[in-house]
């Protein structure tokens, strides 16, 4: 089946500060989402990005299919951006697979 | 906006019992996912339902089963219910197979 390969597995951070997140994929995919999981465990969707660039705030993706990866930034994080944040993806049918995921800590 | 419902949002229950959740997909949803997440794990897919048929399966045991019903609410039952089982359960929807997926808040089952 299709490899998810998240990086880095964690990262602490001081307010204010920028990151880059990473996610690798085995084969081509039909579609890519991102999640951010909250410390109470809710995961809450930030982006569905199957190819291009998206912005929302604070947070844009992109992702390369032909090359097969996407990155998520965060722009001046704040202490709320701590979690987990997913990525996800879909290759042949609905077994969306996620990758080990990131462990953000920002702190203040 | 409406988003997926599910419960019960706990449950504690003894090895060997069985257990029933319930997910309420956003209005106008036709496909619902299950998803299974360990401590410290990322969720895996355990099945998956279109228009009211299963349309695929992962890695869900065989001592459960789910279906979708006439209004597009799904059931996940499980029986003979392991330690190994406790874990949070995510309920998710989408407006066609495929498309961007809506997590529920999920219900964390404890197994003693």
């Known amino acids: 089946g299709i490899q998810v390969e998240q990086s880095p597995p964690d990262l602490i951070l001081q307010e204010g500060a920028n990151s880059t997140l990473r996610c690798n994929f085995s084969?081509?995919?039909?579609?890519l989402q991102w999640f951010h999981q909250n410390p109470w465990g809710q995961l809450i969707n930030l982006f569905y990005i199957p190819s291009g660039t998206k912005q929302n705030g604070r947070l844009s993706a992109t992702t390369v299919a032909t090359e097969r990866y996407s990155l998520l930034y965060i722009s001046s994080s704040q202490t709320t951006d701590s979690g987990v944040y997913f990525c996800?993806?879909?290759?042949?049918?609905?077994?969306?697979?996620f990758g080990a995921g990131t462990r953000l800590t920002v702190k203040p | 906006a409406a988003g997926v419902i599910q419960s019960p949002r706990h449950l504690i229950k003894e090895k060997r019992e069985t257990a029933t959740l319930k997910c309420y997909p956003i209005p106008r949803h036709d496909t619902v996912y299950w998803y299974q997440q360990g401590p410290g794990q990322d969720p895996q897919f355990l099945i998956s339902f279109y228009e009211k048929m299963q349309s695929d399966k992962g890695s869900i045991p065989d001592r459960f089963s789910a279906q979708q019903f006439s209004d597009y609410h799904s059931e996940l039952n499980m029986s003979s219910l392991e330690l190994g089982d406790s874990a949070l359960y995510f309920c998710?929807?989408?407006?066609?197979?495929?498309?961007?997926?809506?997590f529920g808040p999920g219900t964390r089952l404890t197994v003693t």
């Open positions: 996800a993806v879909y290759h042949n049918n609905n077994d969306m697979r």
């Open positions: 084969d081509s995919v039909n579609n």
């Open positions: 998710a929807s989408s407006p066609g197979e495929q498309l961007e997926q809506y």
